[in-house]
């Protein structure tokens, strides 16, 4: 059985990420949403609430399943058989910086592939980072996220900014 594993840090997770994992369990038997944390990044969102918006809104995908992990991805991939990487690409920026992780995923386990899913148009400019943005000073932000995750996305967002000072 050919698993997908679709990592990210996904905080909070757009209509892009759920772009990607549906096309990815289109192809693959199964498919494994992977939370993960990077050390570079500041977190609006816990590992444990990431995780839990993820099942909420990829519950109508019977081969996904969603999952923490804060280990190395070629590590968590090792322990999960006959696996692939599935990353979405919005623009070449994108590509320059997943091109080296997959390099380097494929140098610490040499059985792991990675496979690049092109953005679809519609979500070619979307990111996490910017759905923050557009939150933060209170701009709408539902054609960009989940409708299941809406209101605790915006509510957590708009606190933040309230909190920084800036509203």
Not at 23 to 35: C, G, K, M, N, Q
């Amino acid at each position: 059985m050919k698993t997908a594993i679709c990592p990210g840090s996904f905080d909070p997770v757009t209509l892009g990420h759920i772009d990607i994992i549906e096309r990815a369990a289109s192809i693959f038997d199964r498919t494994v949403v992977l939370v993960m944390q990077n050390n570079r990044k500041a977190y609006n969102f816990t590992p444990e609430e990431r995780v839990r918006m993820l099942r909420k809104t990829t519950a109508g995908l019977p081969s996904v399943t969603v999952e923490w992990a804060d280990r190395l991805l070629a590590e968590v991939c090792a322990g999960m058989g006959d696996a692939v990487i599935v990353k979405g690409l919005r623009a070449v920026s994108d590509f320059e910086m997943e091109f080296q992780m997959a390099l380097m995923n494929r140098k610490l386990n040499p059985a792991l592939d990675t496979l690049f899913l092109t953005a679809s148009e519609r979500f070619q400019y979307l990111s996490s980072s910017v759905v923050k943005e557009i939150c933060s000073y209170g701009g709408d932000v539902r054609e960009f996220i989940p409708e299941e995750i809406h209101d605790e996305v915006r509510l957590r967002l708009a606190g933040a900014n309230i909190e920084a000072g800036r509203a």
